[in-house]
Structure formats: C-alpha cells, structure tokens
C-alpha cells in the first residue's frame, strides 16, 4: 500500500493513501473533534466541526472526508479553525433545548462536552426555533426526541450499514429535516427491532432507552412484593465501565453486592438460564438431525435477530429454535418453580432482568411471553440504567465486596457465561453436542474459529462421524449476507447462530456509552477469561440444571418445557423502509407506496 507523508501541527505523519486527516492526526495524539463522523460508517462530512486548515486549500476542510496528500501542512488548532469550530457549535446550541440537567445522556454527551472543550460560554444567534417535535415513546425499548436532535445521521448510518434494517432516515429538507422511520411513522410502527444500536452512537439524547427504573424503585419499596433479579453473561464485563472500572473488568462479585444492598430479594443468574438453552437447543438441534430437519437450526436467543426473522425472513421461521431466550426461560422458571419452591404466590413476584439488550425491553412484553400464567419478566434495565440506580443510591461499586449470587438460580458454567459474546452460544452448544453424542470428555473444550469479530464464522466438526457444518453471524447485515446464501442453496449449515449486535451481547444496544471496537475487544476478552475461571464449563454438567430437570421438568424437551420453556412466532407486516433518497415530495411517496417501494 502506497503510504503518504505529511505535517500535522508540526508533527511529521506517514499514513497509507487514502487515510482522511481525522485518522492520520489521531496516529500523533491529535484529537480533531466531530460529531457525525463514524469510522468506516458515518463518513459524509456534515457537522463540520472537524474544520481544520490545509496550506494553500481556499477553505477549511472537514477533516473527516479529506484524504491526507504528499507534503500536505495542516493545521488543527488555529485561530480560524477555533473561530470556526466555536461558531458550528453556537449555531447547533442555537436551535438545540437547554435541557441538559433533565437530559438522559447529561454528563455523558458529545455535544455537552465539546461546547464545554471549546469554551462556549455565550450563543450568540438568535436560533431558528423549529416547530415542536413531539417525543416518540411509542416502543417499551427505544425513545426518540426529535428536538435533540442535531442531524448527524450516525443512527441512519448504523441501523443501514450495520444491521441493514434501514429502519430510520431523513426526511424533510433544510430546517425541516427530521430522522424518523418512514412515512413519518413512530418508532413502533416501523421495522425498527429495538437493537438500540442508533442509541450507542447518538451524540446527544436525541435516542435512549426506555428508562424502567421507577418502576423498579417502586417494587423494591413496597413490602408486599419479593423482587427476584437475573444478570445477563454480558452485564459483568461491562457495568463497571459507568462506576469507575476500566473496560474489560470482571464485576461479577461487585455487581451482585450491589442489587443486593439496592433491596432485591434474590439475585440470580441468567448464565444459569443460558446452560438450559443449550440442554434445549442442543437436543432440539440432535432431534432435528436423527430426523432431517428442519436444518440449519438457527439460534433464538437474541431478540432484535427475531423481530427481524418474523418481518424480513418469516420463511424462515421453521428453521429458528423454538427454545425462548434465557431471558424468558429465567421469566417463566420464576414464577411457576422458584415461586413453588419458596412458597410465594407467583402474583407477588416483580422479575426484573438486568440485560445489556434494549430489544429484551420488548421481547418480555410479547404477548406470548406469559407462559406462568403473568407476565414472566416484569422489568428490564439496561446496563446503563442499573448503573443509574447504583449512583443514586451512592454505593460505593469499586469497593464493594464481592458477593455470590442466591441458589438455586445461581449457579451458571464458562458456557452460559460465553453467551455474551459472538460465537459463544455455538461454542456452548458444541461443548455439550459432543460429549452427549459421542459419551467422550472434550479433549479441546475451547472452538477458537467461532470467536471473535469477523462478521461471518464458519467451521466443521467431527460429531462421531458427522461432519457438523456451523455458522455464526453477528449483526442483522451479516445475517442478511449469511441467510440469503442459504436460502439460495450457495452454502449449507446445519447450525447457525445470530446475534444482532456487533460482537454480540458485550456490545448490545443497553451497554454503557460509549462502545466502540476496542471496548467490545476487551469485553470479549473478560468473557473468555471468565469461562477459563470457573470450575464448570459445560452446561450439561450444571449441578442446578440437573435437579431442575430432576424435580420439575423432566427432560429435555419433555411436556413441561416445551410448554415453558419453548415460543412460536409470527409473521410481522412489512414496514416501508428508509433508503436515503432526499427531497421526496409526498406525490412520490404515495406513487411508490402504491408500487410497493421504499423511498
Ligand atoms: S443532548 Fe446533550 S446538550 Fe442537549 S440537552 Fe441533552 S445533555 Fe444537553
Ligand atoms: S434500534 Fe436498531 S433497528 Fe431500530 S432504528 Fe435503531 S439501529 Fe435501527
Ligand atoms: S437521532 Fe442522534 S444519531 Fe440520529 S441524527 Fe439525530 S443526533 Fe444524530
């Protein structure tokens, strides 16, 4: 690759060809500002804030769309390029509200942050003062406030490139510009999956969860309710980031300590209910191969992927596990065996779920999710509200000291805990396939080519003689790439797993802002390190699972799980979808709705 040499504030850079000038400058330690730009996502140059001098250039240039030249000099913090800067931030300041004390990302905003690193202490334009935009709160998992709103287009970007949904983009022209799903509709009329993926990048609070916390409050104060909590695999390498721990800590003891001392009566462990997916899924999947099919089996577990199946690839439905997520398997064991077992009466149990997932916000309010007779999950926060509640009630979260979590929930292996990152809920249900099938111990527990971030994993396995053919996919584009070759017959699995986040769960849309590539590396590092801690590491060998197939279940796959511990879905409505194509007057728009186009 051709590499380029130019001088960046007096210091001299050589970068291959092609580099834009935000990336050469970040090479020497110089931070240029932005609040559009997304590496290799976002790259259109629209809020200029990435102004930056280039000798001999007439204009200033956005350093995220210019290409760094030979002998270039660019400068990055001259006075023009300040002048410049501040007024771009005073014109975006000028038409924003001043909410930020009420605002869900205060303290923790791009926009904030950057007024205040740029010194703005006065806004001198008047502001055009747009008509009001009214808050869209139609999801139980994502929220949007047009009025924060400042066009940066990272969401339309993500929810395109990323998960291919194309759920949300522009419309309107100039002032009027609004990004919202198509036909102007709400959120939860659209093809929106919940993924809160748009939530990660927003800058500003323009996207954010939809925030359960005072319902949580309200449970754990009032003395006529016993309020249990599950921990997702993903949530323990990730909420210490908010509290004060570097990316990549493992809190598990600290986390637990925490939602004891916030009031919840007993806190468990979704790793439990994630090595009960695997005895489901892993017999299902062995089922399905004595019999033929239906093949590939396609993994359930991850509730955007589902959404997503029901509205893009309903054909497909007979393919995905009907095992629900453990999630909802936790919900249902909750309030028919743990509420037997402990003598409560399941109407005055609140589950609450901490989830590192908005779309589980919306998978536990399906209707269908009610299988014990209420609704199984009551609540779920996202990893940012937990680390909300924590903060308000003043723990301490870097010194507390650990705690294990309750029984008979909480026991969980290195495989349930694996769940939380690409590729685990494959290597879960390899771990525990083999040694079932062949009555052998593992020899090499760890499946290394279905790890980490390539977008599409394949591998094959020697299950006594049958070559298993396995794939993992995550993100909905990858998925889209993965399954439209199946479809055609190009490639053929027996297994598949679909996560909808990049990376999977450690990089889920409820994770703490922000998470970008090197901090879902270093999740995925604690995850793995996790699994090599604990003393199980199959699921299969989970003493917890075995006596609860022992005393209630049965079996797997027996009456008693199937009716609890597996779903069915349904094909959703297809939703108009937002390809970016400006200035479509609504006479266009009726005219390719009634074709059955996109605009
Ligand atoms: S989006 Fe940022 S700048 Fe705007 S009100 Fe919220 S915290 Fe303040
Ligand atoms: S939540 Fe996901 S699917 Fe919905 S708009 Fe955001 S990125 Fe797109
Ligand atoms: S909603 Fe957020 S990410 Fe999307 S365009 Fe507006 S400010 Fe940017």
Redesign the pocket.
Known sequence: MAMVTLTIDGKQVTVPEGTPIIEAARTVGIDIPSLCYLKDINVIGSCRVCAVEVERAKTLQAACVTPVANGMVVHTNSPKVRAARKTVVELILSD?????LT?P??LN?E??AL?ERLGIRTVRYEGAHREERPVDASTPAIVRDPS?CILCRRCVSVCEKIQGVYAIGPYGRGMDTVIGPAWRETMGNSSCVQCGQCVLVCP???LYERDYTNEVWAALQDPTKHVVVQTAPATRVAIGEPLGLEPGSISTGKMVAALRALGFDKVFDTDFTADLTIMEEGSEFLERLKKGGPLPLITSCSPGWIKYMEEFYPELSENVSSCKSPQQMFGALAKTFYAEKAGIDPKDIVSVSIMPCTAKKFECNRPEMSDSGYQDVDYVLTVRELARMIKEAGLDFKNLPDEEYDAPFGIGTGAGLIFGATGGVMEAALRTVYELVTGKTLEKIDFEDVRGLTGLKKATVDVNGTEVKVAVAHTLANAKILLDKVKSGEEQFHFIEIMTCPGGCIGGGGQPIPTDTEIREKRIAAIYEGDRQLPLRKSHENPAVQELYRTFLGHPLSHKSHELLHTHYKKRPRHGTMTVKYGVTPAEEETAASNGHDT
Do not use: D, I, S, T
């Not at 924003?96 to 930020?100: A, I, R, V």
């Open positions: 924003h509200p001043f909410e930020c605002c990302r205060n905003c926009l904030q007024a924060k500003v609070g323009a």
